[in-house]
């Protein structure tokens, strides 16, 4: 039977992170990074953007997937044992915990002293006509990433969602833009009354109410308009713009662990706060699976720590 010390599930910036940490103090982690896990390649969501500005260290930017294989090589180097396979199973009733891959749910379970969480959460996407072709070159789903990129600056973009989030994206894309419209399939807004405020107070926010978005448009290269209904008028047209922003939500990938550790409304695992630790000693969580707020990528490698040296404590303990 094949066991480990630490398992880490997750190849984003927190599961590397804890694997570095983890590998200078001596208990080098064994890391499943996936193989296409939700539909994301190993390395998680950054692999999927362009570039990033705004990870220190890094003055002239770099490639999201460049940005991966950095960290990669760096845990790697400090004894990161990563397998690309995908873990589909996993029991956390008794210590030590058991595991199972992909297609090999049947076989003889790996076991594992401590499991760090690090498996992130996906941004819903509206799967529209053209979506593919301009993600990334016009459609996104972080404004905060992304919404210092050239190509939005001082253009008209659009914000897909009704919520907090939606309205908090609309006032940071303020910065950079030349107008923000507001996309509600609803009548209204569901944000808190203090973020509906601020934002029909915002010159440059226009809010667009009962319309959803139909279809990307573009040269084939970039955005540069998105077709609108308004269901409610039962009209069609094309609302010209640079950028489209969702935020409509995400999908903690929480599946594996759901019903064995304690997880909020929206399937986020909950951690004790300051911590990385889950209702079940032994299991930390790290990244954006458990980081339902901020969703950043020094947030992610920040709790990845976190993680790394809770483990590590909790080990020692066990000792």
């Given at each position: 039977m094949v066991h480990h010390k630490v398992t880490i599930i997750g190849s984003g910036p927190a599961a590397h992170t804890a694997a570095l940490y983890l590998g200078r103090a001596e208990i080098p982690p064994t890391m499943y990074e996936g193989l296409m896990a939700n539909g994301?390649?190993?390395?998680?969501?950054?692999?999927?953007?362009?570039?990033?500005?705004?990870?220190?260290?890094?003055?002239?930017?770099l490639m999201g997937?460049?940005?991966m294989d950095r960290m990669k090589q760096q845990s790697v180097k400090f004894g990161n044992n990563v397998i690309t396979e995908t873990v589909s199973k996993l029991d956390l009733s008794t210590r030590p915990f058991k595991l199972w891959t992909e297609f090999n749910e049947d076989a003889e379970p790996v076991t594992t002293d401590?499991?760090?969480?690090?498996?992130?959460?996906?941004?819903?996407?509206?799967?529209?006509?053209?979506?593919?072709?301009?993600?990334?070159?016009?459609?996104?789903?972080?404004?905060?990433?992304?919404?210092?990129?050239?190509?939005?600056?001082?253009?008209p973009l659009a914000v897909v969602g009704g919520g907090d989030s939606a309205c908090e994206e609309a006032q940071f894309l303020t910065k950079y833009g030349s107008k923000v419209f507001m996309i509600v399939r609803k009548d209204h807004l569901r944000a808190s009354t203090i973020m509906q405020r601020r934002v029909q107070k915002n010159d440059k926010i226009d809010i667009v109410f009962n319309t959803?978005?139909?279809?990307?448009?573009?040269?084939?290269?970039f955005l540069n308009a998105v077709g609108l209904k308004?269901?409610?008028?039962?009209?069609?047209?094309?609302?010209?713009?640079n950028g489209l922003f969702y935020a409509i939500g995400h999908n903690p990938a929480t599946e594996i662990v759901k019903g064995q550790v304690d997880m909020n409304d929206a399937g986020y695992i909950k951690t004790v706060p300051g911590s990385s630790l889950t209702s079940v000693?032994?299991?930390?969580?790290?990244?954006?699976?458990?980081?339902?707020?901020?969703?950043?990528?020094?947030?992610?490698?920040?709790?990845?720590?976190?993680?790394?040296?809770?483990?590590?404590?909790?080990?020692?303990e066990q000792d």
């Amino acid at each position: 039977m094949v066991h480990h010390k630490v398992t880490i599930i997750g190849s984003g910036p927190a599961a590397h992170t804890a694997a570095l940490y983890l590998g200078r103090a001596e208990i080098p982690p064994t890391m499943y990074e996936g193989l296409m896990a939700n539909g994301i390649a190993p390395g998680g969501q950054l692999t999927t953007t362009t570039e990033i500005e705004n990870f220190p260290g890094f003055p002239d930017g770099l490639m999201g997937g460049e940005l991966m294989d950095r960290m990669k090589q760096q845990s790697v180097k400090f004894g990161n044992n990563v397998i690309t396979e995908t873990v589909s199973k996993l029991d956390l009733s008794t210590r030590p915990f058991k595991l199972w891959t992909e297609f090999n749910e049947d076989a003889e379970p790996v076991t594992t002293d401590a499991v760090i969480i690090a498996t992130g959460a996906s941004a819903k996407r509206l799967h529209l006509p053209g979506e593919e072709t301009y993600w990334q070159q016009g459609i996104s789903a972080c404004a905060i990433c992304d919404g210092a990129v050239p190509i939005f600056r001082n253009k008209p973009l659009a914000v897909v969602g009704g919520g907090d989030s939606a309205c908090e994206e609309a006032q940071f894309l303020t910065k950079y833009g030349s107008k923000v419209f507001m996309i509600v399939r609803k009548d209204h807004l569901r944000a808190s009354t203090i973020m509906q405020r601020r934002v029909q107070k915002n010159d440059k926010i226009d809010i667009v109410f009962n319309t959803v978005p139909l279809e990307a448009k573009g040269d084939g290269k970039f955005l540069n308009a998105v077709g609108l209904k308004n269901v409610q008028e039962n009209k069609e047209y094309d609302l010209p713009v640079n950028g489209l922003f969702y935020a409509i939500g995400h999908n903690p990938a929480t599946e594996i662990v759901k019903g064995q550790v304690d997880m909020n409304d929206a399937g986020y695992i909950k951690t004790v706060p300051g911590s990385s630790l889950t209702s079940v000693p032994g299991v930390f969580a790290a990244g954006d699976v458990q980081d339902f707020r901020y969703r950043q990528a020094i947030t992610s490698a920040g709790t990845g720590c976190m993680a790394a040296l809770d483990a590590e404590r909790f080990l020692s303990e066990q000792d």
